[in-house]
């Protein structure tokens, strides 16, 4: 079954750093997004993309945060200066042609803050 | 915002045993889905459920759209059943995810 691959799984910074959060989708999905759980917590939405540009983002989702398809196939999300708060595990997921459809999540970055 | 809530918080079973989570949602939505989040943090897809009722070997779940809520049925419990259940549901370009419940399966 195809599948969401996230790199790296891990991902460890100093605070004030910035991080590149890399996501493959499944190939033929044209709706992406960014979640984030905190460590023991609910799974939070970031943001949606759809047809190269934000479709929806949530109050998380500030200047720091931002989002591109530098390419058919990648997905990022940058952290631009990481603070401690940032520490969570981030999970990308696509969907595929309405934003309703069945959701695929990756396996996760666990990004950590120092 | 939506709210999405989960009942119970936390849940420990005997091996073999059943049991039902619950997902109660405050607005109408478009769809639904459960997934479990292993001891690994992977979120596994379990059902797309906007209405009506499936089964999946020993999982079952129903939804009732027009009453806000969706019912995860979980029989013949294993050890592997381990983990986090979500509920999220989808209110336009995002889907919402409940808190959650715990389970731990004991052999």
């Known amino acids: 079954e195809p599948e969401v691959t996230q790199t790296p799984s891990h991902q460890v910074t100093q605070m004030g750093q910035e991080v590149i959060l890399r996501c493959v989708p499944i190939s033929n999905h044209l ?9 023991g917590q609910k799974v939070e939405f970031l943001v949606s993309f759809y047809n190269n540009e934000i479709s929806e983002k949530s109050e998380i989702f500030d200047d720091q945060f931002s989002v591109e398809r530098p390419d058919g196939s990648n997905f990022t999300l940058k952290i631009r200066s990481t603070k401690l708060e940032d520490s969570a595990m981030y ?9 309703y459809e069945k959701l ?4 996760g970055t666990q990004l950590s803050v120092l | 915002g939506i709210q999405v809530e989960q009942s119970p918080p936390d849940l420990i079973l005997q091996e073999g045993a059943n049991s039902t989570l619950r997902c109660n949602f405050s607005d109408s939505v478009n769809n639904l889905q459960w997934f479990h989040q292993n001891p690994w943090g992977q979120l596994i897809n379990l059902f797309y459920i906007p209405s009506g009722t499936k089964q999946n ?3 079952s779940a129903t939804t009732v ?9 979980i029989s013949s419990s294993q050890t592997t059943d381990s983990g986090v259940y979500f509920c999220a549901v989808n209110t336009g370009n995002q889907f919402y995810f409940g808190t959650g419940t715990s389970l731990t399966v004991i052999p």
Not at chain 1, 31 to 39: D, G, H, K, N, V
Not at chain 1, 91 to 99: I, L, Q, T
Not at chain 2, 65 to 73: G, Q, V, W
């Open chain 1, 31 to 39: 709706y992406f997004y960014w979640y984030r759980q905190i460590l």
């Open chain 1, 91 to 99: 999970f990308c997921a696509s969907n595929s042609d309405r934003a």
């Open chain 1, 104 to 107: 695929f999540f990756g396996s």
């Open chain 2, 57 to 59: 070997g020993r999982l």
């Open chain 2, 65 to 73: 759209a027009t009453e806000r809520y969706s019912l995860l049925y």
